[in-house]
């Protein structure tokens, strides 16, 4: 490829991530990782940030975008799809030669769909493909797909995303460890991909865990240090605390060697001895998806890999190390019987965390249970992804994008709550937990 060619315009847009109550909280890790990638190739890459957009009208939103010869997006979350696909057809009228292409979890499994949309899709991790789509177009030669499998790019061996393409305000705050005194923090991943398959989930893309080196963990905590003073790490791996003990021993002694304090999420599988390690190594919390009170619910959502004990034994040896637990739940899920809400609050009560979320079902396009709504009892499905989110009535009364779903409930039905029923549940919930200051 020529110098003149590197000179191309690349653009990857971060949508305005509506459903969050508070956008730039959370940092855009994959469009940064994916933005360093194609810079790192010589091209001359921008990120544009729409979490400070000021007006929810897609028009608007896109009003300051410059023209560009490549537009590229990460659809991490169902919830960004419709915007995502607005925004293309946007830029797409006011700029007809440019070319838009987007890959993450919810392109994976909205492929058929996903093309109507764009002039390419990425299937699987994006680091060569968004390279083999410019190359490509340079000679005339666009396809339609570009797949790549994860199995062939391990994480272990791609680059650290630079922060440097936002503004430090959007890459550092002190919001992350809000509760911790003043922790100038960032977000980060050390995995991606999940070995499990809980039928409500589409996060575990790959299903496999591929990790970070800790020489690369070093090298990333020690620039984000030395570049933005960083002292907290929001690790958003979907299993910060690795099953496999080798990778688990050596992740932590590099986040302890880093001196640096982190919060993350985690399974229950965890163990005293691990929890031990995490908390030698600066993890001040850790979240759980315990997702549901009722046993039979968790056999339902394929989660029979942890039961209320494993939870309990996890919350005490939490507690024994110093590490502070926040307990994830859905209510909404199938199956959950009548007296649900005193389930969960009598659960709640038992694990004593010190901080809860619940979250309202959410059937995800590509997750076992959108695949096959009628086996779970689901009527109707809407496929509004606008309105994608599981955040209902967190931070707000008014709140509730979310389940965009109607259950069968006849009498033969697994499940027994309307949509409206579902949302009273959720309130009656997250009361009890807002009087008792666990939700943050
Ligand atoms: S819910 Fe968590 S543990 Fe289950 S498949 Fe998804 S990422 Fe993995």
Redesign the pocket.
Known sequence: MSIQNKQLKVLVIVPSWHYYADPVKHQPFWELYYATHLREAGYEVEVVDLRIAESDSFEDMTKSIVEADFYFYWIFKTGDALEIYSIVKILKKRFPKSIHAAGGTHVDKTPEDAKKHLDAIVIGPGEKSFLNIIEDTLKNNLSEVYASNYSEIPFSETLIPQRDFLPKELVVNNKLFTGYADVPGTLTYFSRG?I???S??T??VPNALQVRTPRQIKDEISYLKDRYAIKGILVKD??AINPNKKICTETLNALQESDIIWRGQT?TLATLDQLKHAADSGCLELAI?VETADENVMKIID?TWQDQKQILDFAENARKVGIKIKVCLILGLPGEPRDIVKKTINLLEELNPNFASVSGFLPVPGSPIANNPKKFGIKKIDNNWHKYSHLLFRFADNEEVGLPFEYDTSENSINVFSRQEIIENIIEVQKWLKDREMVY
Request: charged residues 25%.
């Open positions: 999940c499990y398959r809980c409500y989930c996060y575990n979907e299993v399974t998806g989660k």
